[in-house]
């Protein structure tokens, strides 16, 4: 195999790579020749179709497809000959008018290498890990909350307040033009408990019914809108109706409900599953606290085109969201610095993995079914899931992926200096956390 390496300032790393024409005419053959065997043609028995027929048919689309495929053999033959450690996707990029009479096809490819990055005076990070203890009130009150999730909704005209469940109509202004597009009609939230921009909860708290608020935002370059992009907009909310939960008349139905749920198997499911999504919640926050404290002690210089890829990977996720759940322009994920967010992703990324390669991890397949396992409990037939992921390569590569990051994250847990705290259940609740969401499941 021949291949030419450059470096560019701003484009990164780039190789031409030829492959012999013999390959890929042998590769094109091969494939037509399969084709030709599985394929009916009117005037023909299957199997006797001269390949000069699939060829007209077929031949563009085989070409490209057993091109790509041997352009990424060639160059993962390169990265495994040269010993090179890419991160993210490469790039390919066919040669055109290529002379008739060379040997070799040309292409080339554009890649990034990992950052140099080494992880050092990682015994000196310290880390608080929070235990939380449950007691028997806290489940009641966690019983109390779920009765008033099951309370009745009545208008109220009095001044809004949080948890009060709000209607709306609003319209959007760009340079003191409504844009009618985006206006929207009958949108219900509860104040105070949902995922809109923090100044609608703010501006429409003493509020009455029929009311008109105004507030501006600054809309930015990833905004899932291409119209709003960098655009400073003004809301205009009116408020339709106005709601206050109040309990219902005790029935004789409900008083047994209540007597059953009073027993000690339900109090031990809740505390089950409070345990569980405390543990969840205050693992992440470890982690969180680690990689945050090894990327202060060791930066990492990322390069800017793997930058501007994870960010057009998060702006397609977002563009996504955004047109499955009816446009909601509210939303304040839909404001979120996207830059911060890649950044993050790419550096625990990158510590990971670097744990991984220095420590030369292998998946264990105890753990991986153990995740299987776990993943099926979710699902009404376990067993097939298990056998699904066992049978699908793509997925049990995912587990596999999954199963790698665990022993890395125990790897650091081990090797930093642990502070415990002990929290009581409402230190918990009310602790600001990180990219706070609801924690609780309804019971």
Not at 106 to 112: F, L, P
Request: charged share 30%.
């Amino acid at each position: 195999m021949k291949f030419f390496m450059e470096k560019n300032k701003d484009a990164g790393h780039r190789v031409t790579i030829h492959i012999p024409k013999i390959t890929v005419n042998n590769e094109i053959l091969a494939e037509l020749t399969k084709i030709s065997k599985r394929t009916n043609i009117n005037g023909f028995r299957k199997g006797k179709i001269p390949l000069k027929i699939i060829q007209e048919k077929y031949g563009e689309k085989v070409y490209y497809d057993v091109f790509k495929k041997l352009m990424q053999k060639f160059f993962y033959d390169f990265i495994n000959q040269e010993k090179i450690k890419i991160i993210g996707f490469p790039k390919y990029y066919m040669h055109q008018n290529q002379d008739k009479k060379k040997e070799n096809f040309e292409y080339s490819v554009k890649y990034e290498l990992y950052p140099k990055f080494v992880i050092k005076d990682i015994k000196s990070i310290k880390a608080t890990k929070i235990n939380v203890k449950i007691t028997d009130d806290d489940i009641k009150k966690k019983i109390e909350e779920y009765k008033k999730n099951n309370n009745i909704w009545n208008k109220f005209d009095g001044p809004i307040k949080a948890y009060n469940r709000v209607t709306i109509n609003y319209n959007i202004y760009k340079d003191n033009k409504k844009i009618e597009k985006f206006d929207a009609k009958n949108i219900i939230f509860i104040v105070s408990n949902n995922t809109f921009l923090p100044i609608l909860n703010n501006k429409i708290i003493n509020h009455f019914i029929n009311d008109i608020i105004f507030f501006k935002i600054k809309c930015h370059s990833f905004h899932p809108e291409k119209e709003l992009q960098n655009k400073d907009i003004t809301f205009k909310i009116k408020i339709i109706n106005v709601e206050k939960q109040e309990e219902k008349e005790l029935q004789e139905k409900q008083v047994k409900n209540e007597e059953t749920i009073s027993n000690q198997l339900y109090y031990k499911n809740i505390k089950h599953n409070l345990s569980a999504q405390i543990n969840q919640i205050t693992q992440k926050y470890l982690e969180e606290q680690i990689i945050e404290k090894i990327i202060q002690k060791n930066p990492i210089s990322i390069p800017t085109a793997l930058l501007q890829e994870e960010i057009n990977i998060l702006y397609k996720q977002q563009q996504q969201h955004y047109q499955k759940h009816n446009h909601n322009i509210l939303e304040k994920k839909y404001y979120e610095n996207l830059i911060l967010q890649a950044e993050k992703r790419l550096c625990i990324k990158i510590i990971i993995e670097k744990i991984i390669c220095d420590n030369q991890f292998i998946e264990n397949e105890e753990d991986i079914q153990k995740l299987i396992k776990k993943i099926s409990l979710n699902y009404k037939k376990p067993i097939e899931i298990i056998n699904l992921y066992n049978r699908n390569e793509n997925l049990k590569n995912t587990i596999k992926n999954i199963e790698l990051e665990n022993q890395a994250i125990r790897w650091m847990i081990k090797n930093i200096h642990i502070i415990k705290k002990k929290w009581t259940f409402n230190q918990y609740i009310n602790h600001q956390w990180e990219n706070k969401k609801e924690y609780f499941l309804e019971y």
